[in-house]
């Protein structure tokens, strides 16, 4: 049974940090890329971030670029999603991910963690 634990999620000021972590089990970690999504209330699921399974490849949308930075441990098969100068339009709720394709769709992922919310004040 595929499993996540998702952490590191709640309330900070704009200009704030916060580190998102995705502990997952009854996965091969190194078998699949990883992405890093966001949905704020009324607006679609968008893609933050994304690591690919080989080379440690990332991507991240323009948004965000600069600020966060995905990586993965995978001796602990944990992802993280390390945020800097947080800005008001980041909260949302954030998911990881698992997917055979490296990409930042969210129809591309097949395995979703259940979500951390994030919430950033002015």
């Known amino acids: 049974e595929v499993q996540f634990v998702e952490s590191g999620g709640g309330l900070v000021q704009a200009g704030g940090s916060l580190r998102l972590s995705c502990a997952a089990s009854g996965i091969t970690f190194d078998d699949y890329a990883i992405g890093w999504f966001r949905q704020a209330p009324g607006k679609e699921r968008e893609g933050v971030s994304c690591?690919?399974?080989?080379?440690?490849?990332?991507d991240y949308a323009d948004s965000v670029k600069g600020r966060f930075t995905i990586s993965s441990d995978n001796a602990k098969n944990t992802v993280y999603l390390q945020m800097n100068s947080l800005k008001v339009e980041d909260t949302a709720v954030y998911y990881c991910?698992?997917?055979?394709?490296?990409?930042?769709?969210?129809?591309?992922?097949?395995?979703w963690g259940q979500g951390t919310k994030v919430t950033v004040s002015s």
């Open positions: 991910a698992f997917g055979s394709g490296y990409s930042r769709r969210p129809n591309d992922y097949d395995y």
């Open positions: 690591i690919s399974s080989v080379g440690g490849s990332t």
